[in-house]
């Protein structure tokens, strides 16, 4: 498979770098905060920074889809979709807590092969793109060699976002056979898990916008992403994610999160 062609990982980066600057402006600043349909909370921050991006693509990839958050979908059949969540954890935005990240993916005939993890407060990127491997500020980074889930760290945004009981039982499983649990993060721990600092993510309750972005980054660092049944994200994938930086211990937790 051939590499992607480096213009757009250019590209990806003035999107990120645009993203970036948005959260900059607003972060620590007293903001309105909105109720979505589905109770989750966005600001202007959000809203501005989905508009800058989707203005960009508009402007320089105009036969280009795009799948955003805060507003909407557009040319969804295209060869080239970008994929956007202009702040992943609102909720830590809002509280000034710098674990929140800017997602940026790019779809190839339906397939994640460029991610971006953008995190402006702290000066952090991830970047990860088909046939380019995965960088952490412009550095290459692997995920960290975990063999069993009795070694591994997992993180996971909220135990509340397993809502239904069979959810929490299956990720309780898992829970109790990691050696500690982190909380809070969003896609953040994502970035981490790239880095090699943590070493499991398992989520429910997402959408396309908040998992597609990380796979290219995820895999291109060494470790796999797929839902609870194993298989690959796409825009029609499950909600529920499991993120490994050693494909051992994701190999580990599946049977658990499928266990009924």
């Not at 498979?1 to 959260?23: D, K, T, V, Y």
Request: glycine share 12%; hydrophobic share 40%; proline share 6%.
């Amino acid at each position: 498979m051939e590499p992607l062609p480096s213009e757009f990982l250019a590209f990806a980066h003035r999107l990120a770098e645009a993203a970036g600057e948005i959260q900059r402006r607003w972060f620590r600043k007293r903001l309105d905060v909105e109720a979505k349909a589905d109770w989750s909370p966005v600001t202007i921050a959000d809203r501005e920074a989905e508009a800058v991006m989707r203005d960009l693509v508009e402007r320089c990839y105009p036969d280009h889809g795009i799948l955003g958050e805060e507003h909407g979908r557009a040319r969804l059949g295209s060869e080239w979709v970008w994929v956007l969540d202009p702040i992943d954890g609102t909720k830590s935005f809002v509280c000034g807590r710098p674990l929140f990240a800017t997602l940026i993916g790019l779809l190839h005939e339906g397939r994640p092969v460029l991610g971006v993890i953008e995190q402006g407060i702290l000066g952090e990127r991830w970047v990860g793109a088909r046939g380019h491997g995965t960088t952490w500020n412009g550095r290459p980074c692997r995920t960290r060699a975990c063999p069993e889930l009795a070694r591994a760290m997992l993180g996971c945004t909220s135990p509340q976002m397993f809502a239904r009981r069979d959810e929490k039982a299956a990720f309780e499983r898992v829970l109790g056979r990691v050696r500690q649990a982190i909380w809070g993060g969003d896609a953040y721990g994502a970035g981490l898990v790239a880095a090699g600092t943590l070493d499991l993510v398992v989520e429910a309750d997402l959408e396309p916008y908040d998992v597609l972005p990380l796979v290219p980054v995820i895999e291109g660092a060494g470790g796999r992403v797929t839902d609870w049944e194993g298989r690959a994200p796409d825009l029609s994938s499950d909600q529920r994610m499991i993120v490994a930086g050693d494909p051992r211990i994701h190999a580990e937790a599946l049977p658990l999160l499928r266990a009924g």
